[in-house]
């Protein structure tokens, strides 16, 4: 590539969690909310929808990958919700307790979760800056 190339960020296209077992992993994302986009068991991924994006959360099997807790400075997804203290109140209905308490950002609120295996999920909302949000 010449210094006068370039090239163009377009979007995300998946965003892939390591996961110890397959069925745990969807059973638990499925409890979460999410839609299971396509599953194959022989080749260790399910792939999660989310929203009406093509890309998902991509799960991978990982021999040998145990539970583990969430890593404090590990990387994190958020992803925009209508109202993250709803989101909240729907996760623990549904036996997912919250890292910790919903808190504010600049542009609404987040409530994070982790899966068994550390992965770390947030659900952040756009309350204080809805022109910034998608429409729903």
Same mark, same amino acid.
């Given at each position: 590539?010449?210094?006068?190339?370039?090239?163009?960020?377009? %979007?995300?296209?998946?965003?892939?969690?390591?996961?110890?077992?397959?069925?745990?992993?969807?059973?638990?994302?499925?409890?979460? %909310?999410?839609?299971?986009?396509? +599953?194959? /068991?022989?080749?260790?991924?399910?792939?999660?929808?989310? %929203?009406?994006?093509?890309?998902?959360?991509?799960?991978? #099997?990982?021999?040998?990958? %145990?539970?583990?807790? @969430?890593?404090?400075?590990? !990387?994190?997804?958020?992803?925009?919700? !209508?109202?993250? +203290? #709803?989101?909240?109140?729907?996760?623990?209905?549904?036996?997912?307790? !919250?890292?910790?308490? @919903?808190? /504010?950002?600049?542009?609404?609120?987040?409530?994070?979760?982790?899966?068994?295996?550390?992965?770390?999920?947030?659900?952040?909302?756009?309350?204080? +800056?809805?022109?910034?949000?998608?429409?729903?």
């Amino acid at each position: 590539m010449s210094e006068k190339e370039s090239y163009e960020l377009l %979007g995300f296209d998946n965003v892939i969690f390591p996961v110890g077992d397959l069925g745990e992993a969807v059973r638990f994302y499925e409890w979460a %909310g999410f839609a299971v986009a396509f +599953r194959f /068991d022989d080749g260790g991924i399910a792939m999660l929808k989310v %929203g009406g994006e093509t890309p998902g959360i991509l799960l991978r #099997v990982e021999e040998g990958f %145990g539970y583990r807790p @969430p890593v404090w400075l590990s !990387p994190r997804v958020w992803l925009e919700v !209508p109202d993250a +203290r #709803v989101a909240a109140r729907q996760l623990a209905d549904a036996g997912i307790g !919250p890292l910790d308490e @919903p808190f /504010d950002t600049a542009t609404g609120r987040v409530v994070e979760v982790a899966d068994p295996w550390g992965n770390v999920l947030g659900f952040t909302d756009y309350s204080k +800056r809805p022109e910034l949000g998608r429409r729903t």
